[in-house]
């Protein structure tokens, strides 16, 4: 089964460095998280009752790949700036 991947940006966010991506397809709604993998989340169910608000944009595979290295680098400068 293929999954449909979405940009989730918000007002200080670009399509390039979104505030998450999320796909749908599978058993459930996953978010790229920090520890560098795909979980269960309920993000477009917040944004879809009003509790979040986000521009949500539907991208390729490719740029949800693109976003998994940046996920990766922003996991890093963290763990280098705070020092986890």
């Given at each position: 089964?293929?999954?449909r991947y979405y940009a989730l940006?918000?007002?200080?966010?670009?399509?390039?460095?979104?505030?998450?991506?999320?796909?749908?397809?599978?058993?459930?709604?996953?978010?790229?998280?920090?520890?560098?993998?795909?979980?269960?989340?309920?993000?477009?169910?917040?944004?879809?009752?009003?509790?979040?608000?986000?521009?949500?944009?539907?991208?390729?595979?490719?740029?949800?790949?693109?976003?998994?290295?940046?996920?990766a680098r922003r996991t890093a400068?963290?763990?280098?700036?705070?020092?986890?």
């Amino acid at each position: 089964m293929g999954y449909r991947y979405y940009a989730l940006i918000g007002i200080a966010d670009t399509l390039e460095d979104p505030h998450a991506v999320v796909r749908v397809g599978g058993r459930s709604t996953e978010s790229f998280k920090i520890d560098l993998r795909w979980s269960h989340t309920d993000l477009m169910e917040c944004i879809r009752t009003g509790r979040d608000d986000y521009e949500v944009v539907e991208i390729s595979d490719e740029d949800a790949t693109r976003f998994e290295v940046t996920q990766a680098r922003r996991t890093a400068e963290a763990r280098e700036r705070d020092g986890w």
